[in-house]
């Protein structure tokens, strides 16, 4: 873990649970493994199948604080995140990325100031064809999350809002 202050513009999901009784939360399917336990930011969304050219393409872009949700299905066949992608995503500024599937450089990634959950570690490296969507509804862990959706992840959870205005 980094030593990386305080977020004040932060609110624990806890809070934001009891504020926000119907706000979706994600089923606790989801480890940590990144240096920041607590992230917030909107989401962007991509679908892939165990392939992550779009998700390098999106960590290579000015993350602006956002969160990159990755839903590869659920896949245990690969990792599609890396320390090598997730030191990008430090340097182009994403608060997070949640991933529906693994992440591979397990200890790198706990010391990078980034939030990165996901469901498991995996050695394998995923394929590199460029497929997949961007910017749609994905669907993982009971609920829906759509581009733009505040996503808001601590050691208690994952809660979504709908996109600030």
């Known amino acids: ?15 934001l649970s009891d504020a926000h009784p119907d706000a979706p939360v994600l089923a606790p399917l989801l480890r940590e493994y990144g ?3 607590r992230f917030h930011g909107p989401a962007v969304t991509l679908r892939i199948q165990d392939d992550n050219p779009l998700v390098r ?16 299905g659920g896949s245990l066949n690969c ?8 030191q990008m995503g430090v340097r182009s500024g994403w608060a997070g990325v949640l991933v529906n599937g693994c992440v591979r450089d397990a200890g790198e990634l706990a010391g990078l100031d980034i939030g990165i959950k996901a ?5 394998r490296r995923s394929a590199k064809r460029g497929l997949g969507e961007r910017d749609v509804p994905v669907s993982f862990a009971g ?9 808001y992840a601590d050691e208690d959870g994952i809660l979504l809002l709908p996109p600030q205005t």
């Open 119 to 123: 469901i498991a570690s995996h050695p």
């Open 1 to 15: 873990m980094t030593d990386t202050p305080p977020d004040p513009t932060f609110t624990p999901t806890t809070d």
């Open 143 to 151: 609920v829906t999350i759509h581009p733009g959706d505040h996503v």
């Open 35 to 37: 240096g920041r336990p």
């Open 79 to 86: 990792a599609v995140l890396g320390g090598m992608l997730a």
């Open 57 to 72: 393409a999106a960590l290579e872009e000015p993350g602006q604080g956002r969160v990159l949700v990755v839903d590869n």
